[in-house]
């Protein structure tokens, strides 16, 4: 039977594993809000991706009771907790190098983000930083301050805004890959567990063969 210290640390990572599922999900629910800067910066896609996610990890915690609750000698719960744990960390992956690709050519992946996004939410940035347009006056939404003529003219909102952005794509991005980490561990966690309990039951077959009292 695996230690006490080795199901301790498999549980410690599980739950960090549920927890970081738990913040995934809030954050990407959260952040569906009405905000300026977030709205644009964070797409629906990447919202929606960090949500689906965010229940990947939860449902990966469920499936990791179930097979730590199985009896000592059969493993094939947490051979498919692993499995699992692997198509966790490509997904993680695949979603954090979209967030990282945004990163490269930010004024042109976020000037097509302009130009794609709503009315309501380019007036919602032109607003905020009283600016006008994306770049050079271009894309501009006539409304609030950009209403009159001579405020059109100033400069786009480029320059105020992309900073922020550049910001809140690392913050995620790094988050992101910081889950690597927990999938990693929590994988290799499970192989101990995988590895003592055969040991255990090949030791507990040879006890039995001997006719009782030895090994385990």
């Known amino acids: 039977m695996p230690s006490k210290t080795l199901l301790a640390v498999w ?21 569906k809000a009405p ?19 965010g229940i990947f990890y939860v449902a990966t915690f469920c499936l990791s009771i ?9 493993t094939i719960g947490l051979a498919i907790l692993n499995w699992a744990l692997i198509a966790d960390a490509i997904v993680t992956v695949i979603y954090g190098a979209n967030l990282w690709y945004m990163t490269l050519q930010e004024t042109l992946n976020f000037s097509r983000v302009w130009n794609t996004t709503t009315p309501a939410r380019r007036v919602a940035v ?24 001579a405020n059109a003219l100033d400069n786009g909102c480029s320059a105020t805004f ?25 994988f290799l966690a499970t192989m101990c567990v995988i590895k003592k309990r055969q040991e255990t039951e090949r030791f507990r077959q040879i006890d ?7 090994f385990v």
């Open 11 to 31: 549980g410690v990572i599980d739950f960090l594993l549920l927890a970081a599922g738990g913040m995934t999900i809030a954050i990407s629910v959260l952040f």
């Open 35 to 53: 905000d300026p800067i977030r709205n644009i910066a964070l797409t629906d896609f990447d919202l929606n991706f960090g949500l689906v996610l």
């Open 66 to 74: 179930g097979a730590i609750l199985q009896r000592n000698h059969v």
């Open 126 to 149: 032109q607003e905020k930083f009283k600016c006008c347009g994306f770049l050079n006056n271009t894309a501009v939404e006539a409304s609030g301050f950009c209403a009159t003529p």
């Open 162 to 186: 992309l900073p922020l952005a550049d910001t809140m794509l690392m913050d995620a991005f790094t988050t992101v890959y910081g889950y690597t980490a927990i999938l990693v561990l929590f």
């Open 208 to 214: 039995a063969k001997r006719g009782g009292g030895g």
